[in-house]
Nanobody, 126 residues
Framework: VQLQASGGGLVQAGGSLRLSCAAS????????IAWFRQAPGKEREFVAA????????YYADSVNGRFTISRDNAKNTVNLQMNNLKTEDAADYYC????????????????????WGQGTLVTVSS
């Protein structure tokens, strides 16, 4: 599975960005997709995930209500709409994919993802 993240950039606090993750190499509709982020000097942390069947979505508490994850299986793409951005949202954002189940514990856990894309940088100015 190859993952390509895009959409990062510079935005003022309170603004919005839309990240996209394009997948190839495997039947996209079978993949559970997540976004993680890593700020300088910090651990990579979970942001949001969506199950292969769209039935389950998960969000980190810090982004719940501001970020929305969605998928378009016809375009092999998962999007992360980020609204009301805060300076603490600034980080490199990575999309990741896994097959199989997508329970809360599994789909929010970094160690359960086998496939990773490169990061896309989000910068939030105050």
């Amino acid at each position: 599975v190859q993952l390509q993240a895009s959409g990062g950039g510079l935005v003022q606090a309170g603004g919005s960005l839309r990240l996209s993750c394009a997948a190839s190499g495997r039947t996209f509709s079978n993949l559970n997709i997540a976004w993680f982020r890593q700020a300088p000097g910090k651990e990579r942390e979970f942001v949001a995930a969506i199950a292969w069947d769209r039935d389950n979505t998960y969000y980190a508490d810090s982004v719940n209500g501001r970020f929305t994850i969605s998928r378009d299986n016809a375009k092999n793409t998962v999007n992360l709409q980020m609204n009301n951005l805060k300076t603490e949202d600034a980080a490199d954002y990575y999309c990741a994919a896994r097959l199989g189940q997508c329970s809360a514990a599994v789909c929010t856990g970094r160690k359960y993802y086998r496939y990773w894309g490169q990061g896309t940088l989000v910068t939030v100015s105050s």
